[in-house]
Nanobody, 118 residues
Framework: QVQLVESGGGLVQAGGSLRLSCAASGRTFSIYGMGWFRQAPRKEREIVAAISWSGGNTYYADSVKGRFTISRDNAKNTVYLQMNSLKPEDTAVYYC???????????WGQGTQVTVSS
C-alpha cells in the first residue's frame, strides 16, 4: 500500500501562488503515476494535473493549463503542484492521488484546502 501526505494549502489572494506537496511512502515502487485532483464545494471532483512517475509525462486540465505545473522528485517520492496566477474559481480541496493500476487512482491523500480570495 501507499500512503500520501499533503502540505502547502492555504489562503492566497487572486493572482498569487502556492505550491502543494505530496509525499508518498510505503510501496512507492508500485506507483505508475500521480495526479492532483480538486473538489470545490458542491462540485464533483475533477482532475487538475497528472504525471507519470518514470517518464515525467504530464497532463493538465484546460482550466489550469499555463498556470499550474506538476512535477515530481522521484528520490524524495514527492509530487508537487506549483499554482500560479490563482483565481477564485481555483478554490477547492486539493487531493493528490497515486495510480498503481495504470489508470486507476487507488490511493489518496487527505486533502488540503486552497482558498483564493478576490
Amino acid at each position: 500500500q501507499v500512503q500520501l501526505v499533503e502540505s502547502g494549502g492555504g489562503l492566497v489572494q487572486a493572482g498569487g501562488s502556492l505550491r502543494l506537496s505530496c509525499a508518498a511512502s510505503g510501496r512507492t515502487f508500485s506507483i505508475y503515476g500521480m495526479g492532483w485532483f480538486r473538489q470545490a464545494p458542491r462540485k464533483e471532483r475533477e482532475i487538475v494535473a497528472a504525471i507519470s512517475w518514470s517518464g515525467g509525462n504530464t497532463y493538465y486540465a484546460d482550466s489550469v493549463k499555463g498556470r499550474f505545473t506538476i512535477s515530481r522528485d522521484n528520490a524524495k517520492n514527492t509530487v508537487y503542484l506549483q499554482m500560479n496566477s490563482l483565481k477564485p474559481e481555483d478554490t477547492a480541496v486539493y487531493y493528490c492521488a497515486a495510480d498503481t493500476k495504470r489508470g486507476r487512482y487507488d490511493y489518496w491523500g487527505q486533502g488540503t484546502q486552497v482558498t483564493v480570495s478576490s
